[in-house]
C-alpha cells in the first residue's frame, strides 16, 4: 500500500512538474511565436524549452554568430523570428522599425524583460542607462546628456588621440614578429582603454593595477556572462544562484571591479585624481550631474552608470570598427575613397 502511495506520489509529482513547465514556459512562448507567425513574419521552427540554442552555441563556438544571422536574413527576410532556449525571439533589421524602437516618443511601448536584466544586473547592476525602466531611466538620462554636449567631447579627443597613437606603435612593433593581427582583439583592447580612461581618469597603460582590473579582469566577466548566457544560466533566477558555470568567478570579478570603481570615485571626491582630458571627463560630469530637484547622483549610482558605459561602449564600439575596416577592405572603390579624404583633410606631417 505504502509503494502504491509512492507510485502515485512520484507520478502526480511529474505531472504537476510537466504542467507547470507547460504553462509556465512552453505555452507564453508558442502564443507568442503563432501571433507572430500569422501576421507573416517567417522564422525557424519552433522547438519547445530549447529552440535554436544548441544551434546557437554552436556557431558561437566557431565563431561564426554573426554568419549564422545573416544566413537567417537571406533565409526570412529582414524580420524573423528563432528561439532562445525557452524564449521567443523577434530580429528586426529593419531601419524603419530600429528607428520606432529608439524612438523617445515610443519609449513607453518598449520594455527591457527580466530574461535582459538577468544578463547585465550581475554585471553592472541595475541603476544606469543600459538596465533603468521609466521615470528613473528618464532622469538619469536627463542627467547624463551633458557628457555628451559637442565641448565634453572635445575635450576627451586627447585621450583617444594618444591611446589611438599608442596602439599603432605596438601593431608597428609587433609586424616582424607576426604577419596577421587579430583586429577584434585589439580595437576591443584600444576601445575599452579610451572609455575607461574617459569614465575613470586613470591612465591604464601606466597604471599596473588598473589595467589587470578593467583589461583582464573585465574581460574575464563579459566571457563569463557570455558563457553562462548561452546556456540560459543567467536568465533563469533559480540557476543563477548556485556556485557552478563560473558563478564562483562572476562574484570574484565583480567585486574586484567594484572595490576598483569605488576607490576610483572616492580618490576623486577627495581631490586625489583628476581627468585625463583637456576638460571633465564622464566621472567629473557623474559627480556634478543633479536633476531637475537638484538631487546628484549618489556613489551606487556613479558606479554603475559608469559600468555602464565601459561595458556598452567598449566591445560594441570596437565589434563597429572591425566592420568598418572589412566593409573597406572588401570595397576597393569607398577604401580608395576615404584615403583621398584622409590626404586632402590632413596633409602630410600633420599627426
Known amino acids: 500500500m505504502i509503494l502504491l502511495i509512492l507510485i502515485y506520489s512520484f507520478v502526480l509529482f511529474i505531472v504537476a512538474a510537466i504542467a507547470v513547465i507547460y504553462f509556465k514556459l512552453v505555452y507564453p512562448a508558442k502564443k507568442i511565436y503563432d501571433v507572430f507567425r500569422a501576421q507573416g513574419?517567417?522564422?525557424?521552427?519552433?522547438?519547445?524549452?530549447?529552440?535554436?540554442?544548441?544551434?546557437?552555441?554552436k556557431q558561437r563556438n566557431n565563431d561564426a554568430s554573426m554568419i549564422y544571422h545573416e544566413e537567417l536574413v537571406k533565409k526570412h527576410g529582414n524580420v524573423y523570428l528563432f528561439g532562445l532556449g525557452p524564449l521567443?525571439?523577434?530580429?528586426?533589421?529593419?531601419?524603419?522599425?530600429?528607428?520606432?524602437?529608439?524612438?523617445?516618443?515610443?519609449?513607453?511601448?518598449?520594455t527591457k524583460t527580466v530574461e535582459f536584466s538577468g544578463v547585465f544586473v550581475p554585471l553592472i547592476g541595475s541603476h544606469n542607462l543600459l538596465v533603468a525602466e521609466g521615470s528613473e531611466h528618464e532622469r538619469a538620462r536627463r542627467m547624463i546628456n551633458p557628457a555628451f554636449y559637442h565641448v565634453n567631447l572635445k575635450s576627451m579627443v586627447s585621450i583617444i588621440t594618444d591611446r589611438?597613437?599608442?596602439?599603432?606603435?605596438?601593431?608597428?612593433?609587433?609586424?616582424?614578429k607576426s604577419k596577421s593581427a587579430d583586429l577584434q582583439v585589439l580595437f576591443n583592447a584600444l576601445t575599452l582603454s579610451i572609455?575607461?580612461?574617459?569614465?575613470?581618469?586613470?591612465?591604464?597603460?601606466?597604471?599596473?593595477?588598473?589595467?589587470d582590473?578593467?583589461?583582464?579582469?573585465?574581460?574575464?566577466?563579459?566571457?563569463?556572462?557570455?558563457?553562462?548566457?548561452?546556456?540560459m544560466i543567467n536568465q533563469i533566477p533559480f540557476l543563477s544562484r548556485l556556485p557552478f558555470w563560473g558563478k564562483k568567478i562572476l562574484d570574484e570579478g565583480n567585486r574586484k571591479v567594484a572595490e576598483f570603481v569605488d576607490q576610483i570615485i572616492t580618490d576623486r571626491r577627495q581631490g586625489q585624481?583628476?581627468?585625463?582630458?583637456?576638460?571633465?571627463?564622464?566621472?567629473?560630469?557623474?559627480?556634478?550631474?543633479?536633476?531637475?530637484?537638484?538631487?546628484?547622483?549618489?556613489?551606487?549610482?556613479?558606479?554603475?552608470?559608469?559600468?555602464?558605459?565601459?561595458?556598452?561602449?567598449?566591445?560594441?564600439?570596437?565589434?563597429?570598427?572591425?566592420?568598418?575596416?572589412?566593409?573597406?577592405?572588401?570595397n576597393e572603390n569607398v577604401l580608395q575613397a576615404c584615403r583621398e579624404e584622409v590626404d586632402r583633410v590632413l596633409p602630410n606631417g600633420i599627426e
Open 213 to 231: 582590473v578593467i583589461s583582464r579582469t573585465f574581460a574575464q566577466l563579459l566571457d563569463i556572462t557570455e558563457y553562462r548566457s548561452m546556456y
Open 164 to 176: 589611438t597613437a599608442k596602439a599603432i606603435e605596438s601593431i608597428i612593433s609587433n609586424e616582424q
Open 195 to 211: 572609455i575607461a580612461s574617459s569614465a575613470f581618469g586613470t591612465d591604464f597603460e601606466t597604471n599596473t593595477h588598473a589595467k
Open 41 to 57: 513574419i517567417c522564422g525557424e521552427p519552433f522547438i519547445p524549452l530549447f529552440g535554436q540554442l544548441s544551434e546557437l552555441r
Open 88 to 110: 521567443t525571439h523577434l530580429v528586426a533589421n529593419e531601419p524603419d522599425l530600429l528607428a520606432d524602437v529608439f524612438s523617445r516618443n515610443k519609449a513607453s511601448n518598449y
Open 273 to 330: 585624481s583628476s581627468s585625463l582630458s583637456n576638460g571633465p571627463d564622464l566621472l567629473d560630469l557623474l559627480l556634478s550631474a543633479v536633476d531637475d530637484e537638484g538631487k546628484p547622483f549618489n556613489d551606487q549610482e556613479i558606479k554603475e552608470q559608469s559600468l555602464a558605459f565601459v561595458f556598452a561602449g567598449s566591445e560594441t564600439t570596437g565589434n563597429l570598427m572591425v566592420w568598418m575596416l572589412y566593409v573597406l577592405m572588401t
